[in-house]
């Protein structure tokens, strides 16, 4: 069976606030860009009051990058849905957008989307609570929310600590894939941030972006995997 392949990557942008205290969302568009990927899930794309202005201007993405931005924002002034954005390379079709609501404690949501990759690939971007109980429960809303997906990545921050327990409810339909540590971008000894993959889904490489810019521009390091689902059929 044929397959599409494809480079997903993740990257929590702290807003486009650097390690320097600085918000430059030029130089957080520069490590997006450096990541080679198709398809880029931010996190903390946002800011966090008000009505959540986004952190990176959606004509310099236009005007400096080679993605198309998903529409998942609600107002006029978010580029993503509870601070998760996404970002596909020109050319590559969107079938449907769905923002989520997660529950827990405080306010948390995802963005499952369906793209033209293959025979089809649904992607969900998501940034995780910082309680296990809550994580424990957005996962299993995450599980439900997909169950008629048969390609699936879910990606981004979750937020946990652990290389072992807390991705209890995706073990039957998912293998989590953990590239490396990413958190703290000064000296990462955490891998906050994950690829999910439906079993259909086969990964090839995965890694994080331990270059110069990526340790100052968040306090997270970027990750990336090159994975490839089954070609459509005729």
């Not at 520069?30 to 794309?45: F, M, T, Y």
Request: glycine content about 8%.
């Amino acid at each position: 069976m044929q397959h599409s392949r494809i480079r997903l990557a993740s990257y929590n942008i702290r807003k486009a606030r650097g390690l320097d205290q600085k918000r430059k969302p030029g130089r957080t568009l520069d490590v997006i860009n450096a990541l080679g990927a198709d398809v880029v899930v931010l996190q903390e794309a946002d800011k966090r009051l008000g009505q959540r202005p986004t952190a990176v201007p959606r004509k310099m993405i236009e005007a400096e990058t080679d993605f198309d931005l998903v529409e998942v924002a609600r107002n006029g002034v978010s580029i993503g849905w509870h601070g998760n954005a996404v970002l596909v390379r020109r050319g590559i079709g969107v079938r449907s957008i769905d923002p989520l609501d997660l529950p827990g404690l405080e306010p948390r949501g995802a963005v499952r989307l369906t793209l033209d990759v293959g025979a089809g690939l649904t992607v969900v971007a998501a940034h995780l609570g910082l309680r296990r109980r809550d994580r424990l429960a957005q996962l299993d809303a995450l599980n439900t929310a997909t169950s008629a997906d048969a390609h699936c990545v879910i990606a981004g921050d979750f937020n946990e600590w652990s290389d072992t327990k807390g991705f209890e409810p995706l073990a039957a339909r998912f293998e989590t894939h953990t590239p490396g540590r990413s958190f703290h971008a000064r000296r990462p000894i955490a891998a906050l941030d994950r690829f999910a993959l439906s079993r259909d889904v086969a990964l090839h490489n995965a890694g994080v972006d331990q270059s110069a810019l990526a340790r100052v521009a968040s306090d997270h390091l970027p990750i990336w995997s090159d994975i490839s689902v089954p070609a459509a059929t005729c």
